[in-house]
C-alpha cells in the first residue's frame, strides 16, 4: 500500500458507475416520504460528495443541475484525473474537484454546504478518518442542510467478516504481482475451503451464499470491497452517535421503501417495530428483521416536519415520471415484505397516463378514472410505484431546461467513451437532474439518435397543469 492510502486501495482505480439515489431530488423524495423538509433548491445550492471515485455521479449532477454548485474530493490523484478529464470534455464549470484526504480537505475555504454525500466510504476508512469526515460536516453542512452516508451495515454483512479477514491474510502471502490476481486467487481459496466441507461455511448457509455472490464482483470492486484494511460492518446505532457530533439526527433512507414500514418491516415483526419509541433503536429491528446488509442512510441538521398543508403541498408539486417501459410494470411485484399485488384501478390509470409522458401528482390525481379516488390514496399508489423503481421523480421544470445542452455534452462524452470500449453506465438525464444507468450496450444503440437529436427538437417538458404552475 502507497504509504498516503492509510490502508485503502490505490493500486487499483475504482468502478465507473453512477448512483443517482445520491442525487438531491431522490433525497429530497426520501425526505418528503418522511414528512420532513428539505432544501430549497431553486435560488441554487451547494453540495459536497466526500471520496467520489471516478467522479461519474457527481459529474452527471453537476451536468443536470445547473443551479448547484458541486464540490468533491478523492484522495487517489488517478481517480481525479479522470474525474477532472471527464467535466473538462463535457464543460462542467459548476464542479470543483480537489485531490484531497478528508484530514487535507479541512483546510480548504468551502462554502457552507446544502447537502454533504459520501457513498461506499464510512465502512471502509480508519475511525481515524471517520472522525475527518464528522468534523467536516460538523464545519461545512449548512443549518436545514442534509447528508447521505452508505456503509456495510451489521448484522447482515457480519458473516463477510471471516471471509474478509482470511482472504486479506491469504492475498498478503501470495506471489502474484498484482493485487487483483492476490484477491482472486483469495476468493478461490474461500471456495475451496468451502468445498473441502469447511464448517464455517456449513454452520452459515448465509456466509455460503455471500461467498458464492463473489463471483458476481469484478476485480476492481473485488479489491475496493476487501483489501482495505480498515474494512468494518458498523451498526446503525453507532453511525447515529458519530453524526449525533455534528448536530446530525437520522431522518430516512435512500432506499426508498424503507420510509415506509409497511413496505419494509415484515408484518410479523411490525408490532415490535412500532413498539420501540426510540429511533435508533427501530432502525435496529429493522436490520434484525430482514438481515439488513448495506444501509443509505440520510441525516438532517435540524429536522423540520413538514405540516400537513405543505406535506400536500410537496407531494402536488411533485413530477414523476415511468423509469422502464410500461410493459415491465408488473401489476405483482417484489419489496422487502415479500410480494404486493398493486391495486390494479388506481395503479393502471396512473401508469397508462404516464406512458404519455411526465405529470405532477396534482395532475395525476384529477384524472377522470380516478375521479372516485381519495387524493391520498393516489399519493400512496404513486409512492408504492416510486418505491418499486417503477417511476422516478423529476427536478422542477425549468431546471430541465437549463440543463439540456448540458448534459448533451456529457452523453456526447460518455459516447465517446463507449465507442473507445470504455466501461460506460450512465448517461444524464435533465429530467431527473442526475445520471440514470444504462449499460454500455444501450449507449452505443443510442448514439446516434443522440448526436442526431439537439435538445431543441425534443418535446419539452410537460410543465402546465395543476401543482407545477
Ligand atoms: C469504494 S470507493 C467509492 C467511490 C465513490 N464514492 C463511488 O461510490 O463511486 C472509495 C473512494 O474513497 C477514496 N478514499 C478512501 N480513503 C480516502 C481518504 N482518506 N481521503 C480521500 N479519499 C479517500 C478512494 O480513493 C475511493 O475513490
Redesign the pocket.
Known sequence: MAQW??G?V?EVE??A?C?PELAPAHLDLALLHRGIAFPDTHAGFNYL??????G??LAMLAAAQPQGRFFG????PS?VLGARALAESARLDNLTLFE????ELAARDLPPMDYIV????YS??SAE?RG?IVALIRRLLKTGGVVYVSYNAQPGWAPKAPMQRAMMEFAARHGAETLAERFSAARDFLQSLSRAGAAYFAHNPVAQEQLDGLWDLNDAYLV?EFASENWVALHHADVVRDMAAAKLSFAGSSTLANNFPLFSIPPEIAALYQSAEDPAMREMIRDFAVNTQFRRDIFVRGARHLDATALDGGYRELRVALRRPLADCAFEARLPVGTVNLDCSVCEPILAELAKGPRSVAELAALPGLAKVAPSTCVDSVNLLLCLRYLVALQPCEMTALACERTQAINQAMMTRAVAGRYVAALASPLIGSGIEVDRGDVLFLAPVLQEHRCRSLPGPRCSGPGSA
Open positions: 492510502s492509510e485503502y490505490t475504482y468502478i458507475d448512483f460528495e466526500l471520496g467520489f471515485g471516478q461519474i455521479t474530493n478523492d484522495f487517489n481517480h484531497d484526504s478528508f484530514a459520501l457513498h461506499g466510504i471502509w476508512v478518518n475527518h475496493h
